[in-house]
């Protein structure tokens, strides 16, 4: 891995665009949440050469060159370790998310490097946030196989949801997907006993429909939590109109205060996940870096496909 540039402070995150063995200019992610690394330590790693999807909010949507190969993924990984460790973390729980640029289901390597990571490192906690794509369903059964043999008490599901109007979710996620009966099937088949509970992620604007009763019609409170994030400040989320409806100085929703209310009077686990604000300014919010990056390198726009006036605002 060759890094082109890092930015951010040691004490909260630092984002990192490298150029992989194969030439792929792509970005990752360290972060310290809880400030002890002693205590914990992430990684947010991509799968992806940007990404398909397009989602609404997501700036990494905005070009695709296709899947990081197996060594790819693991320079990703490999690198924060060396250049923070050496050999191997020294924190209570090694967190790696699939959840950087790409949709880690379009991508079976993830399979393999979730598989391996676990007899490598023992205190290894994989998490993987995903839109459910239809098509790859081949993924989520191995994946679901990989997660029952290694990690039945420590692996973190996360599926992205955002809006309880199937229709307004076409909109943020343009491309096919599992409706919510799909998911919860599955979810519920991923959950152990004692384990952790499914994550259903809320990036809430306030353009969103957000139907409480929705969510306990498909989604029961024994197996799944709700995870509430704000709408970063990308380039994506600007453009396209979404206005963020949590308030990071008070962790209060605004226009859905009471979605979240309810949601906790029927007694599901809600949680409201803002961060460290700073996080914003470091870019290490949601793929928003590589946009940076670009504008800062134009020698390297002619790589993408995608329009490069976003880049360039």
Request: charged content about 25%; hydrophobic content about 40%.
């Given at each position: 891995m060759e890094i082109l540039s890092e930015v951010g402070d040691d004490s909260i995150a630092k984002v990192y665009i490298g150029r992989t063995h194969r030439g792929n200019i792509i970005e990752f992610v360290e972060s310290i949440p809880t400030r002890n690394i002693e205590e914990k330590w992430v990684l947010i790693i991509s799968s992806l050469n940007g990404c398909p999807v397009g989602c609404k909010m997501c700036d990494a949507g905005f070009f695709y060159k296709g899947k990081l190969d197996y060594e790819e993924l693991m320079e990703q990984i490999e690198y924060p370790i060396k250049r923070r460790f050496g050999d191997k973390p020294k924190t209570k729980k090694f967190k790696i998310q699939f959840?950087?640029?790409?949709?880690?289901?379009?991508?079976?390597?993830?399979?393999?490097?979730?598989?391996?990571?676990?007899?490598?490192?023992?205190?290894?906690?994989?998490?993987?946030?995903?839109?459910?794509?239809?098509?790859?369903?081949?993924?989520?059964s191995k994946l679901l196989k990989i997660k029952k043999e290694k990690y039945a008490k420590r692996f973190q599901l996360q599926f992205s949801i955002h809006t309880t109007n199937q229709r307004q979710r076409d909109e943020i996620i343009p491309v096919k997907k599992w409706d919510f009966?799909?998911?919860?099937?599955?979810?519920?088949?991923?959950?152990?006993?004692?384990?952790?509970?499914?994550?259903?992620?809320?990036?809430?604007?306030?353009?969103?429909?957000?139907?409480?009763?929705?969510?306990?019609?498909?989604?029961?409170?024994?197996?799944?939590?709700?995870?509430?994030?704000?709408?970063?400040?990308?380039?994506?989320?600007?453009?396209?109109?979404?206005?963020?409806?949590v308030d990071e100085r008070t962790g209060m929703a605004k226009k859905h205060r009471d979605f979240i209310d309810e949601l906790r009077r029927m007694g599901y686990d809600v949680i409201i996940s803002i961060g460290d604000t700073r996080e914003n300014l470091i870019g290490s919010n949601c793929g928003m870096f590589i946009l940076r990056f670009l504008k800062d390198h134009p020698e390297m726009r002619n790589a993408y496909t995608f329009a490069k006036e976003l880049v360039i605002q």
């Open positions: 959840a950087r640029m790409g949709e880690p289901s379009f991508n079976p390597n993830v399979l393999d490097v979730i598989n391996d990571l676990g007899d490598k490192y023992e205190n290894f906690f994989p998490s993987l946030s995903t839109v459910a794509p239809i098509g790859v369903d081949s993924f989520f009966k799909k998911i919860a099937d599955y979810g519920m088949k991923f959950y152990d006993e004692g384990g952790l509970k499914i994550t259903l992620n809320f990036a809430l604007a306030q353009e969103n429909e957000a139907d409480a009763e929705v969510v306990r019609e498909f989604f029961p409170k024994e197996y799944f939590l709700i995870k509430i994030t704000p709408i970063n400040p990308t380039v994506s989320s600007v453009r396209n109109g979404l206005n963020n409806d």
